[in-house]
């Protein structure tokens, strides 16, 4: 896990997509989309299928197929174009979108720090999950994130200021230190 940030606290740190997601793999899965939606609008059209000797079952999976990319792929954009993450140090507040989770720090349950592990073949980095007051994930910062270094400078403080939030002993030496 980084080491503690030096300097000022920012008074918000706002965790987006990432840049390369935003500006690669959205506008692909757009022409993606706009192909898919043409091909399946033209078959609805012109009562086609997709060729003479296409088997009736190879051409109703095709269909269903193109109308799940239709109907998938815009709520997806939808959701990763409007996806980040808010620790807002000066009200001590957590807000993810999308799920429209708004969560004061004082009704965290936990701040848990998760090391770097090797999920099948591929390695995760550090994680620092903040739990609600049900147990469940209200957001989840990951060690990729651009924004790493000045969120977990506002989870340490969150931490240092309630070391009640923090349970294990992984976590407590992650977050707060040689305080734990």
Same mark, same amino acid.
């Given at each position: 896990?980084? =080491? ?8 918000? *740190? ?20 706009? $192909? ?20 009736? $079952? ?27 993450? *808010? ?6 507040? *957590? =807000? ?13 349950? =936990?701040?848990?720090?998760?090391? $770097? ?19 469940? *994930? ?43």
């Amino acid at each position: 896990m980084s =080491e503690p940030q030096r300097g000022a606290l920012p008074a918000r *740190v706002v965790v987006r997509s990432p840049a390369w997601v935003r500006f690669v793999a959205l506008p692909l899965m757009l022409v993606f989309w706009g $192909a898919c939606a043409y091909t399946f609008v033209g078959f609805v059209v012109t009562r086609a299928g997709f060729g003479d000797g296409t088997p009736l $079952a190879a051409t109703l999976v095709g269909y269903v197929l193109l109308f799940f990319f239709v109907a998938v792929i815009p709520p997806a954009a939808w959701g990763i174009a409007r996806y980040r993450i *808010v620790l807002d140090v000066v009200n001590d507040r *957590v =807000e993810r979108r999308p799920g429209n989770v708004s969560v004061p720090v004082s009704a965290l349950r =936990e701040i848990r720090a998760l090391p $770097a592990a090797v999920v099948g073949r591929a390695n995760r980095g550090a994680r620092v999950q903040l739990l609600d007051g049900d147990g469940r *994930v209200a957001a989840q910062l990951e060690e990729s994130m651009r924004e790493w270094p000045a969120a977990l400078g506002v989870v340490r403080e969150w931490a240092r200021r309630d070391p009640s939030l923090v349970e294990g002993d992984y976590s407590r030496e992650r977050l707060l230190g040689a305080d734990a």
